[in-house]
């Protein structure tokens, strides 16, 4: 059963405009959030958190909101460039203590942006 | 910079060979994992590591083996490879200390792995 839910496998943005990237999830201890993007051949390269005490968290173009009560991320690109274009996984973090922790990734969302 | 080393970006294996992937960080983090990304089904994790000689069965750990001799090698041993595992194979490494940059993780460039 999936806790980490990406729920498009894929997007396509004209240049210019706003990306919107969405997560949602089920388990209520997750504390933590990252997105990761990921280019073909190559491994994943974290690209922006949130800890579950924040709504938002914004770093230059990129903004992740996260609303808790709805269980729901948003990762938001603005403006989308073609140097984005990249497979983007959302994933959840639970401290499960004794200094151990689980870690889920989504499936991953597909973006294109396109020039 | 964390540096998560993958010591082979592309292998070819024969079905039925023993295949072993390898996996160095230098940050002196405790935590190391295996993933496998396949298209459509995402990050899988298969093996985990906490500590040296210590390991942990992920989701999919069917097929596979690992070694934590040392903090920073953790290996990755297909026994007997088949063509279903066929995949691109990502290492990664973290902290156990959260605040100690234990809030992320790391990944190596991954490992192409072709079995025919």
């Known amino acids: 059963d999936q806790q980490v839910k990406q729920n498009s496998p894929s997007l396509s943005v004209q240049e210019g405009r706003i990306s919107i990237l969405n997560c949602d999830y089920t388990?209520?201890?997750?504390?933590?959030f990252l997105w990761y993007k990921k280019y073909p051949a190559e491994g994943p390269t974290f690209l922006i958190s949130?800890?579950?005490?924040?709504d938002k968290n914004e770093d230059g173009r990129f903004t992740v909101f996260l609303n808790k009560s709805a269980k729901h991320l948003s990762l938001h690109i603005v403006p989308s460039q073609p140097g984005d274009s990249a497979v983007y996984f959302c994933?959840?973090?639970?401290?499960?203590?004794?200094?151990?922790?689980?870690?889920?990734f989504g499936k991953g969302t597909k973006l294109s942006v396109i020039p | 910079d964390v540096k998560v080393t993958q010591s082979s970006r592309y292998l070819v294996k024969r079905t039925g060979e023993k295949v072993f992937l390898e996996c160095v960080q230098d940050?002196?983090?405790?935590?190391m994992f295996w993933y496998r990304q396949d298209p459509g089904l995402g990050l899988r994790l298969i093996y985990f590591?906490?500590?040296?000689?210590?390991?942990e069965k992920g989701d999919i750990p069917e097929g596979y083996s690992v070694s934590r001799e040392k903090k920073e090698r953790f290996s990755l041993i297909l026994e007997s490879a088949s063509t279903n595992q066929t995949s691109m194979y990502l290492c990664?490494?973290?902290?156990?200390?959260?605040?100690?940059?234990?809030?992320?993780?790391?990944f190596g460039e991954g490992s192409w792995l072709t079995v025919v």
């Open positions: 388990n209520s201890m997750f504390d933590y």
């Open positions: 590591s906490y500590d040296v000689k210590m390991k």
């Open positions: 949130i800890s579950s005490i924040k």
């Open positions: 940050m002196d983090h405790e935590n």
């Open positions: 994933a959840a973090f639970w401290d499960s203590g004794a200094g151990s922790y689980q870690l889920t």
């Open positions: 990664a490494s973290s902290s156990q200390f959260r605040g100690r940059s234990g809030n992320t993780i790391y």
